[in-house]
T-cell receptor, first 110, second 115 residues
């Protein structure tokens, strides 16, 4: 069966350090992968998209890698700040729909 | 900025009631989606629509129906609400970009409690 796996345990990280989140998937061949941020009680907000033929994408302090051989994406927040505390969801795209992982919470400690 | 507006932030309904959740987007997006989000289960796709009067089942359509009479509006209908439909419901819209990718803009969500 198709699975998208993100770590269910919250990542607690000191301010200024790099937070790294993992998204693993099985039985998917996504055309692209996206990352979203979700704050409590609100809808997810799009952050980054990376396509199957791309290895890495950056946007400000965010970096995403995509390894279709390992079936894995890594999401990095460099120089993390308390305002980065949120839940981050990965989503796999294809066939006009997106399938989401369950999300991974990040807590940045001042 | 694209706005996706969900008509109700909080609803409380009784078992067996018919429930309408309304969603409106203001940027002429072709695609619209309904997801539900539950702790430990994440976001699950209920239905989506890629054009007016068109609809496609998602992963968990049972117990739900949808209506898209106008491009900007996508309604989720619970014909007879049950307690296991207590959840956060999220509407989203998207425009397929030149990259061919679906980037979703979500509404703030509607938290439905069925008693």
């Amino acid at each position: 069966s198709q699975k998208i796996e993100q770590n269910s345990e919250a990542l607690n990280i000191q301010e200024g350090k790099t937070a790294t989140l993992t998204c693993n998937y099985t039985n998917y061949s996504p055309a692209y992968l996206q990352w979203y941020r979700q704050d409590p009680g609100r809808g997810p907000v799009f952050l980054l998209l990376i396509r199957e033929n791309e290895k890495e994408k950056r946007k400000e302090r965010l970096k995403v890698t995509f390894d279709t051989t390992l079936k894995q994406s890594l999401f990095h927040i460099t120089a993390s700040q308390p305002a980065d505390s949120a839940t981050y969801l990965c989503a796999l795209g294809g066939n006009n729909r997106l399938a989401f992982g369950k999300g991974n919470q990040v807590v940045v400690i001042p | 900025d694209v706005k996706v507006t969900q008509s109700s932030r909080y609803l409380v309904k009784r078992t067996g009631e018919k429930v309408f959740l309304e969603c409106v987007q203001d940027m002429d997006h072709e695609n619209m989606f309904w997801y539900r989000q539950d702790p430990g289960l994440g976001l699950r796709l209920i239905y989506f629509s890629y054009d007016v009067k068109m609809k496609e089942k998602g992963d968990i359509p049972e117990g739900y129906s949808v209506s898209r009479e106008k491009k900007e509006r996508f309604s989720l209908i619970l014909e007879s609400a049950s307690t296991n439909q207590t959840s956060m419901y999220l509407c989203a819209s998207s425009l397929i970009g030149s990259s061919g990718a679906n980037v979703l803009t979500f509404g703030a969500g509607s938290r439905l409690t069925v008693l």
